[in-house]
């Protein structure tokens, strides 16, 4: 008895609806990707924002360093200058006590340029010498040493500098000691004046 042979290629069957399904834990492979970009585009996100903090805090710190730098130079002389002051207030007062006596002094006329030259230097490092007298009074740049009552200027005016005051930049060194004026006592104070309304 002979077996007949099927040529017949064996037939393809389509996959059922449960063989063509993944397990329901595993993702698809389209899906893996979209999440790991998302991933990275956060940590891209907080690196960057890392980033910027990093270069704004190191630009606040250079510019306060820079800032204390270029203070620490422009005031470098002022403990020299502070002492330098009163050198400069004695040289003054000689001036101007000798300056009736010896104003057509050849030796007067020495002093005179030594303290100009004097002052130049002082004055070239950043020092500045303060007017007070004719203005009003102010507690930042003068210290008062008296009151006097006048009628003729108007209060709190600075009527004598009794020591100079100086700055060095805008920076006081040393306060203006200084005589203000105050109201005369025998002044008319004004009252205000008060309405009796009757009903």
Known sequence: MSVEKNDREPEQREPTSD??????????????????AAELEKQYAQ?????LRKAAEFDNY????????????KFAAENII?????????????????KEKAENDSFYKG???IYAKFLKVLEAQGLKTMDAVGK??????????????????????VLEEVEKGYLLFDKVIRHAKVVVSTTPADAPVQQAKTENFED
Do not use: Y
Not at 19 to 36: I, L
Not at 64 to 72: I, K, M, P, V
Not at 82 to 98: C, G, Y
């Open 19 to 36: 063989e063509g399904q993944k397990p329901a834990g595993e993702k698809s492979e389209a899906a893996v990707p979209v999440e790991k």
């Open 82 to 98: 502070t002492q330098l002051v009163p050198v400069l207030d004695d040289f003054n007062r000689s001036l101007k006590s000798i």
């Open 62 to 73: 250079k510019r306060r360093t820079e800032n204390d730098f270029a203070s620490l130079t």
């Open 136 to 157: 009003e009074f102010n507690v930042d740049v003068h210290d008062a040493l008296m009151q006097m009552p006048r009628a003729d200027v108007p209060p709190h005016t």
């Open 47 to 51: 690196l960057k924002d890392q980033l």
């Open 111 to 113: 002093i005179e340029l």
